[in-house]
């Protein structure tokens, strides 16, 4: 993930600063919130650790709608700037804990600082899921990457294998094919491959792209770097480098904190994207709505966080607490 280094104007400081409404993230869901609340006279705090999210990531949108294509750090651009035109104060940090007062307020804990919010929107998407084999802990960085499109340029004139078989381990070794990786071994664990088929299409194309079904990476070898791949069914692959796309895991340790309820690993929201816990909304790749890995989008985490910044702004209306 991409970490952001704080400004100087940022230091962490001891004063504790109060907000309407704390919205943890900084992927598409969180800057979307804060879009639509601050544009609604709320005051509004962003706190995230990672610029763009999961969204930072991505080398190429082309289904984000009303652009052709556009690169995930333009479009973290031009949401932060939006929310920023309409006064959502930004914060570059992650949070450690958050825990409700005896009045209701929330009291966010960052490495940036304390803040203060009558309202939180969680919209702490996921990260990287680990191969968990042997020899992967060791050559993390040293051959073993979890973000084909961040570290493919390294890979031009070399083999590679991308373990996956969704949409980022697809787009992760069109972007390896791209930078000119010499041979692309792409493997997938079961029969077949989870992603879009435009992609899968794409990648049939490519000459120096190999798909290779039922392969279930079960150990990372080599010396210094990575040098050889095996599997469980007894082969292996000579390559430079692996790349493990197999998923995500949700972000949900502030929330089970805070007592939200959990379903199927997922932050659990109604319609109108509360959680169980009165004053805390949740959206995004994160929550329940969520369920099919496919759609985990960011048309669809924009849309929840739209509805859970205008529930939010219903529930801090009510309570007639807006600053
Ligand atoms: C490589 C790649 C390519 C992709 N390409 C596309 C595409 O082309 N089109 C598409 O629609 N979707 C794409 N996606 C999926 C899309 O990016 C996600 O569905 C979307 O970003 C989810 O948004 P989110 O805001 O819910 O969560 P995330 O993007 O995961 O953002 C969550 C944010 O919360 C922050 N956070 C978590 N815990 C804390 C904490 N304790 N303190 C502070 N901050 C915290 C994280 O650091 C992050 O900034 C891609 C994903 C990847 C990985």
Redesign the pocket.
Known sequence: ?LLLTPKPDEEETSEIKEFDLGV???????LTASIYASRASIKVAC?????????G??L?????PGFDSIS?IELTDKMREQAEKFGTKIVY????TITKTEDNLFLIK?DMGTYKAKALIL????RHRELGVPGEKEFIGKGVSY?A?CDAAFFKEKTVIVSGSG??AA??TLALSDVGAEKIYWVSRSNYMKCEKIYLDRAGHRKNIEILFNKQVSEIKGTNTVEEVFFSDGTSLKTDGIFAEIGIIP?I??ATALGCEIENGLIKIDDECRTNVSGVFS????TSKIVNPLS??????VGLATIAALSAAEYLQARKTIF
């Open positions: 993930m943890i993230g900084m992927g598409p869901s969180g706190i995230g650790k990672d610029y763009g999210g999961q969204m990531l991505a190429e949108i082309e289904n984000y995930g940090g992650e949070v450690s960052s919209a702490t998407g996921g973000c499109t949409d980022a787009t992760g972000n340790e502030l959206a995004g790749d994160v985990r989008q960011i048309s669809t985490s």
